[in-house]
């Protein structure tokens, strides 16, 4: 009872916090009293009506969304697997050591004009999502594989433990929890720079390419509208992708239990 309670105070809250900026928002469209600049909520809400209305809508949603969650699975994946294999070899962890550095630190934008020299346009967006997620994940998920607790590791070494089962249940395990903080970290990373670079490869039907239009043509409701849809499909791409990561990850401990 007490949390539900506490769920629905958060939400109030929420609700509240949401009206203030719709109020800001609204107050600052009226100053600036022209919707080429500043469109207010309710153009904007005109505006995501119109596009719901489109079926180029969702091709684009389903196109950018589809890439970019093929560019996080590939920099999960791999993050993981060289996460891994460094683990045990200290030659591999000193030669990634670098490039995980370099692409941490690198501008996002560096990337993509690079990719743009390298790849199609309709590619982009997964190369430069799969950047985005990779040295997160791998740093992360080394560091979760490292921090195992050494008594447990030092009984598998007393009782002759195979290697692959130690990896299975003790050093996952401790990694998991690091992995799911990498997941959150890196998904609206991944998120924003996928639909960067959709904004300047500008691939067709796309959510980047429409971005570009409305820009380009002064729809600058139909720009706030695609902005908003941008968001909602960054927060949903986050906790549906943390949840079921989380899932597999319960399942995964209680197997490993039984």
Not at 43 to 68: C, E, M, P
Not at 212 to 225: H, Q, V, Y
């Amino acid at each position: 009872m007490t949390s539900i309670c506490k769920k629905l105070k958060n939400r109030k809250e929420d609700l509240l916090c949401a009206l203030f900026w719709l109020c800001v928002w609204q107050a600052a469209s009226m100053l600036v009293g022209q919707e080429i600049l500043l469109a207010s909520p309710a153009a904007t809400a005109r505006a995501l009506l119109r596009l719901l209305r489109q079926a180029s809508f969702y091709r684009s949603v389903l196109n950018s969304f589809g890439r970019i969650l093929l560019g996080f699975v590939l920099g999960l994946s791999s993050g993981v697997l060289l996460a891994v294999l460094s683990l045990y070899s200290r030659g591999l962890r000193a030669l990634l050591r670098l490039p995980m550095q370099a692409v941490k630190a690198a501008p996002v934008a560096s990337f993509i004009i690079l990719a743009l020299v390298w790849f199609s346009s309709r590619h982009i967006s997964v190369f430069i999502s799969y950047l985005m997620v990779l040295p997160a994940i791998y740093l992360n998920t080394l560091s979760g594989l490292s921090a195992a607790d050494p008594k447990l590791l030092e009984m598998a070494k007393v009782f002759s433990v195979s290697p692959g089962r130690v990896l299975r249940q003790i050093r996952l395990p401790a990694a998991v929890p690091h992995l799911l903080t990498a997941c959150h970290l890196s998904l609206g990373l991944c998120w924003k720079a996928g639909i960067a670079a959709e904004v300047i490869g500008q691939p067709d039907r796309s959510i980047g390419d429409a971005l570009f239009r409305s820009k380009l043509f002064l729809l600058t409701d139909e720009l706030f509208a695609w902005t908003l849809i941008i968001v909602i499909l960054s927060v949903v791409f986050e906790k549906a992708a943390v949840g079921a990561l989380t899932r597999i990850a319960n399942r995964r401990g209680a197997a490993g239990h039984d």
